[in-house]
C-alpha cells in the first residue's frame, strides 16, 4: 500500500511520532500499526468514546451516522476539535493529539 500523507502524532508520554498516512485505514488501525497505545475498549463499534483523539491539523472523512449519535449524545465529553479513531480516514497530512489520560468510556454514563 501506498502511503498518500503524512500523520504527526502528539503522544500522551509528551513525545511525537511521524508516520505515513493511508487514505483507506482508519486512525486506530493506523495507531495499531504502529505501535501507538490508542485506548479502543468496544474494540471500534463506535460505543465507547476511548479512541477518541484531538486534530490539530487537516482534514478527515466526514463523521458517520453512529460517530455523530455518540458525540450528540455525549457532548459535554468532546472537545470541538476530537473524533473517533475508529471512524475518520485521513484526507490530507494530519496533526493529531493523544489525550494524556485515557478517556472515560461513555458506555458507562
Ligand atoms: S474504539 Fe470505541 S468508539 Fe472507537
Known sequence: MRAEYRILWHLPDGTTLESDGYAPLN???HAEILGIPLPQ???GQAECGTCR???LRGDLTPPS???RVLVEDHRKQFAPDERLS???RPR???ELVLRRRRPRDLRED
Open 27 to 29: 486512525l486506530l488501525a
Open 41 to 43: 475498549a468496544c474494540g
Open 53 to 55: 483523539v484531538r486534530v
Open 65 to 67: 451516522g453512529d460517530e
Open 86 to 88: 475508529c471512524r475518520a
Open 92 to 94: 490530507s497530512d494530519l
